[in-house]
T-cell receptor, first 108, second 113 residues
Framework: KNEVEQSPQNLTAQEGEFITINCSYS?????LHWLQQHPGGGIVSLFM???GKKKHGRLIATINIQEKHSSLHITASHPRDSAVYIC??????????FGTGTSLTVIP | NAGVTQTPKFRILKIGQSMTLQCTQD?????MYWYRQDPGMGLKLIYY???????DKGEVPNGYNVSRSTTEDFPLRLELAAPSQTSVYFC????????????FGPGTRLTVT
């Protein structure tokens, strides 16, 4: 069993829709990270959070430490949001565990 | 700042050949990491370094070696390449303590045939 599980694996949405990607983890963590991987392969860090909620533009990330669960929301989705979204957790001792990613396609 | 750079972008190796994947960062980050990404799998940590002269194994270190002689550079060496090492390799760096935001390089796509 993976330490980090994401759902759904694949997601197709119409432009303008509200999108939610979920992440569950099974280990104690120091922080949770949301990453974006573009079709060209580059990986960009979107959020790092250890409690509560963060917002950046149309992206919102939340975490519930007690439930070991995080969500990434995209409001007013746009085709340029099409990418793979990866959840990762960091632990003490330089350990990072990554989910397998959620592939999002936003159709115009 | 260029951030994290990796060379080469693509490489095809024959079984048994060796090569070095280069990684350089210009952000004066202490922590540097090497990951591999296989289709349908999450990123796996190969090796990491917490500063010049200090390296340690990650989850999947077999078949690889690293060195960290400077803060900026963290090369990954493949000795006796095997088909199982066909993957996309990412270098990343972060400032200060582990768990901080990581900055990723563009990746190296390696095929071993």
């Amino acid at each position: 069993k993976n330490e980090v599980e994401q759902s759904p694996q694949n997601l197709t949405a119409q432009e303008g829709e509200f999108i939610t990607i979920n992440c569950s983890y099974s280990v104690g963590i120091s922080a949770l990270h949301w990453l974006q991987q573009h079709p060209g392969g580059g990986i960009v860090s979107l959020f790092m959070l250890s409690s509560g909620k963060k917002k950046h533009g149309r992206l919102i990330a939340t975490i519930n430490i007690q439930e070991k669960h995080s969500s990434l929301h995209i409001t007013a989705s746009h085709p340029r949001d099409s990418a793979v979204y990866i959840c990762a957790v960091s632990r003490s001792g330089n350990q990072f565990y990554f989910g397998t990613g959620t592939s999002l396609t936003v159709i115009p | 700042n260029a951030g994290v750079t990796q060379t080469p972008k693509f490489r095809i190796l024959k079984i048994g050949q060796s090569m070095t994947l280069q990684c350089t960062q210009d952000m004066n980050h202490n922590y540097m990491y090497w990951y591999r990404q296989d289709p349908g799998m999450g990123l796996k940590l190969i090796y990491y370094s917490v500063g010049a002269g200090i390296t340690d194994k990650g989850e999947v270190p077999n078949g690889y070696n690293v060195s960290r002689s400077t803060t900026e550079d963290f090369p990954l060496r493949l000795e006796l390449a095997a088909p199982s090492q066909t993957s996309v390799y990412f270098c990343a760096s972060s400032y200060s303590r582990a768990g901080n935001e990581q900055y990723f390089g563009p990746g190296t796509r390696l095929t071993v045939t």
